[in-house]
């Protein structure tokens, strides 16, 4: 199968239930038509990591294998491992431009944005000796504070920074209102 999402997904929703969904069933959980799971069951059937049951072509039941376990598994490390990588190539990335902002000779910085990569980005800045002002956010993220940053809503921005790092899009029509001396994008837009 070409779609190791798929493939997982169809394994998983199977091992959950063993036995209690259908097809019809199974195209609800997976968000595909009942025609492409149907090939797909077929197809994990041949390889062997699923058991068709039944007679009745409209109530045959699903049931994964060992073999469908460990190919579920598999899967399931394989995307795991890819999205270790991409994260680690983004994180030195990111690295990489806020390095630049110390050579630069930047002294404060305010960040737009709370990603997977917005603490990494505040702890780098802390530890290089540059002052985060505050962490700018479009609504309120249930953090009234962070490492005693304040957070701000992007609506209220105040010039207290030399450069604002942007961890996301602004919202549109922002950009042209907010007067900073520089604005890093980050991932580059």
């Given at each position: 199968?070409?779609?190791?999402?798929?493939?997982?997904?169809?394994?998983?929703?199977?091992?959950?239930?063993?036995?209690r969904l259908t097809q019809r069933h199974v195209s609800q959980r997976v968000g595909r038509s009942v025609s492409s799971v149907n090939f797909a069951l077929r197809l994990l059937a041949a390889k062997g990591f699923i058991k068709i049951s039944g007679m009745?072509?409209?109530?045959?039941?699903?049931?994964?294998?060992?073999?469908?376990?460990?190919?579920?598994s598999m899967l399931a490390y394989n995307f795991l491992k890819r999205q270790s990588a991409l994260y680690k190539e983004a994180r030195n990335g990111l690295l990489e431009k806020l390095k630049a902002l110390g050579k630069e000779g930047v002294h404060t910085v305010s960040v737009y944005g709370w990603t997977p990569?917005?603490?990494?980005?505040?702890?780098?800045?802390?530890?290089?000796?540059?002052s985060v002002s505050a962490i700018y956010v479009e609504r309120p993220v249930g953090l009234a504070h962070c490492n005693r940053i304040p957070v701000r809503l992007i609506d209220e921005f105040e010039p207290d920074c030399e450069v604002l790092?942007?961890?996301e899009d602004l919202p549109?029509?922002?950009e042209e209102k907010i007067a900073v001396r520089k604005m890093i994008c980050f991932p580059v837009a």
């Open positions: 199968m070409e779609d190791p999402i798929l493939e997982y997904s169809i394994l998983e929703a199977v091992h959950e239930t063993d036995g009745n072509p409209h109530s045959l039941r699903y049931h994964i294998t060992p073999k469908g376990v460990l190919q579920k990569l917005t603490e990494t980005a505040i702890l780098y800045l802390i530890t290089d000796g540059i790092l942007l961890m549109s029509g922002l």
